[in-house]
C-alpha cells in the first residue's frame, strides 16, 4: 500500500469547504482494531496489508473546514514522536503541521481546533515542545467530561492520553471545553456520544448542499459502519453499539458525507443500510 497524498479530498458544502489533511499514518495491532470480532470475519478485509506482527495501517486523518471567516483544524495527528516510538509503530508521513502547510497554511493560521476526544493519536499535536498550544491563536474544543477523564491518575488510561502533554495545557484546554451537544460556529456541531472514551465526540458541518460527519473512532476504518463492529479501545462497548446505531441510521437516511477517522485509502463515503446494520461505500477516486 503506498502512501497517500497528505492533502485528499476536497468538497464545498455551499458555504463550508472541507479539505482532508492525513498527519501520517501508522501501524496497529489487527485484532486490537477488530476487538470482538472473530479473525475468520475480519482476516479477509485486511489480509493484503498485514504485516509480520499482524498489524495493519491506520491514517492520522484531520479536517480543515473553512467558513467565510474562519479556519477550524478537526484532530491534530500524533504530533511530535520520539524516534523508538517513531519506529515502534512504523510512523510515516508528516506532522498535522506539514499537512497545513501542504495545503498553504501554518499553525497560526488556525482559529478553531475541535478534538472527538484526547487519545494521543487524535490529540498528540495540540501541544508543541515547550508545553505551549501548537496553534497560538486557536481555541480548542474538547467535551469538558473527556478532559476530566484524561487527567485522571488511572493506570489504564496513561498509555492512550500520555498526560504529561495534556497536562500544561489544561487551563487552556478548560476554557474552551463544552458540555454535550453544542452548535460552536453556524453549521459546525459537536455531538457527544462517549463509547470510544467517556468524552468522545462527532463533528457535524452542514452547508447549503449537504452533510459531513467526522465520526472520530466511532468510526475509524469503513467495516465500522456495521454498529457491533467495535474496538478494543472502546472503553464504553455497548454505548458505542448504540450511539452508532442511532448516528449511522441518521446518517443513512439523511444522506450524509462520513469521514473515517483512521482509513488510509478512502476515507469519505456514504452509508448504506442493510437490514440492520451499514454498508460504508467510499466516494469513487476521482472525488476523494
Known sequence: MSSPATVGWDVDLGGVRIRLLRAGRFRTDAGALFGPVPRVLWEPLVRAELDPLDRVWVAANCLLVETADRRVLVESGLGDLDPATADRIGFEG???????AEAGLG?????LVVLSHLHTDHAGGIGDAAGGLRFPRASVVVQAAELAIALRRNARLAMAYDQPRLRPLVDRLSA?????DVEILPGLSVVRTGGHSGGHQVVVVRGRDGVCCFAGDLAPRPWAANPRWITTYDDFPLTSVARKA???RRAAAEGWLVVCSHEPTAPVGRLVAERDR???EPLAAESA
Open 176 to 180: 474552551s471545553a463544552v458540555d454535550g
Open 246 to 248: 442511532a448516528l449511522f
Open 94 to 100: 508528516p506532522s498535522v503541521e506539514g499537512a497545513l
Open 278 to 280: 451499514y454498508r460504508f
Open 107 to 111: 499553525p497560526g493560521d488556525v482559529d
